[in-house]
């Protein structure tokens, strides 16, 4: 499974940003999808995941209510929708998908992650 993010940028806090995360490859054995994070000088974390076929969500305490985590399967395409950002939501975001490899194992997968800068 390929992924590449896009949407990431510099807004002002209180703005809004929506995340893409096209994914390709072998994306029928995907199960999960999600999004996480990483600030400057901390460990990655998680922001948002999805589980495949059911649509089932869950989020961080720390953007329940400001973010929404969506799936388009036509497109093979995940989103986060960002509003109302912090500039404690300044990181770098990665698309994550837990997916079947060629020895059918669950593994994770991830993009090159996209930047998000909220300025005060």
């Known amino acids: 499974v390929h992924l590449v993010e896009s949407g990431g940028d510099l807004v002002q806090a209180g703005g809004s940003l929506r995340l893409s995360c096209a994914a390709s490859?072998?994306?029928?054995?995907?199960?999960?999808m999600a999004w996480y994070r990483q600030p400057p000088g901390s460990q990655r974390e998680l922001v948002a995941s999805?589980?495949?076929?059911?649509?089932?969500?869950n989020y961080a305490d720390s953007v329940k209510g400001r973010f929404t985590i969506s799936r388009d399967n036509a497109k093979s395409t995940l989103h986060l929708q960002m509003n109302s950002l912090k500039p404690e939501d300044t990181a770098v975001y990665y698309c994550?998908?837990?997916?079947?490899?060629?020895?059918?194992?669950?593994?994770?997968?991830w993009g090159q992650g996209t930047q998000v800068t909220v300025s005060s």
């Open positions: 999805i589980i495949e076929g059911y649509g089932t969500t």
């Open positions: 490859g072998s994306t029928l054995g995907i199960r999960a």
């Open positions: 994550n998908a837990n997916a079947l490899d060629p020895a059918n194992y669950y593994v994770d997968y």
